[in-house]
């Protein structure tokens, strides 16, 4: 009931195309979903968060969608750059006073020139 | 800027050792965090502290013990390495708040032979 499941393992998106990926959850005490970006040799970076009380959530070209009655949410990176190519991380928390992140099992996204 | 610096990138080691990896933070945050992670396992959380001298376990705790003397330093100890502990090993920071973000170090790789 912990586990946050996320997919695809990999992406290969175009230049100027749609990146999506995608995560579930069971635990319904979650309420807090970010989004982690890693690039190679660096540690993982907080991208964008979002909160159950909204359904999106939108900063520059990367929008999280949340569906809370699938618990189901969503990265979409829109106009996918090359720079875009990291490793993705979609993570869960519930409000229990310690930030316990539970992460998912990563995307590595590849664009292509 | 927050900086999470770990004292080695690469570390080779010997089963059966002592090892240590320390992490020093420099924005004064309360909670640090480690983590492990694999391929095709995301990120794993094996202990986590919110106060100095005081810890917790996480996910994968067996075969790791850690210590917080002061606050802006947290050191995981593998009291007797094994194969299996290879790995790459992440240290975080955050303010209290299960929604602040963690700020995460560049790791350190380390292989038991």
């Known amino acids: 009931q912990q586990q946050v499941k996320q997919s695809p393992q990999s992406l290969i998106v175009q230049k100027g195309g749609i990146s999506i990926i995608n995560c579930a959850y069971e635990?319904?005490?979650?309420?807090?979903f970010p989004w982690y970006q890693q690039f190679p040799g660096k540690g993982p970076a907080l991208l964008i968060a979002?909160?159950?009380?909204?359904s999106e959530k939108k900063e520059g070209r990367f929008t999280i969608s949340f569906n809370k009655s699938a618990k189901q949410f969503s990265l979409h990176i829109m106009d996918s750059q090359p720079g875009d190519s990291a490793t993705y991380f979609c993570?869960?928390?519930?409000?229990?006073?310690?930030?316990?992140?539970?992460f998912g099992t990563g995307t590595r996204l590849l664009v292509s020139p | 800027d927050v900086k999470v610096t770990q004292s080695s990138r690469y570390l080779v080691k010997r089963t059966g050792e002592k090892v240590f990896l320390e992490c020093v933070q420099d924005?004064?945050?309360?909670?640090m965090f480690w983590y492990r992670q694999d391929p095709g396992l995301g990120l794993r959380l094996i202990y986590f502290?919110?106060?100095?001298?005081?810890?917790e376990k996480g996910d994968i705790p067996e075969g790791y013990s850690v210590s917080r003397e002061k606050k802006e330093r947290f050191s995981l100890i593998l009291e007797s390495a094994s194969t299996n502990q290879t790995s790459m090993y992440l240290c975080?920071?955050?303010?209290?708040?299960?929604?602040?973000?963690?700020?995460f170090g560049d790791g350190t790789r380390l292989s038991i032979l």
């Open positions: 635990n319904t005490a979650f309420d807090y």
């Open positions: 979002i909160r159950p009380d909204v």
């Open positions: 924005m004064d945050h309360e909670n």
């Open positions: 502290s919110y106060d100095v001298k005081m810890k």
């Open positions: 993570a869960a928390s519930g409000n229990t006073g310690f930030q316990k992140l539970v």
């Open positions: 975080a920071s955050s303010y209290p708040g299960y929604n602040q973000p963690q700020h």
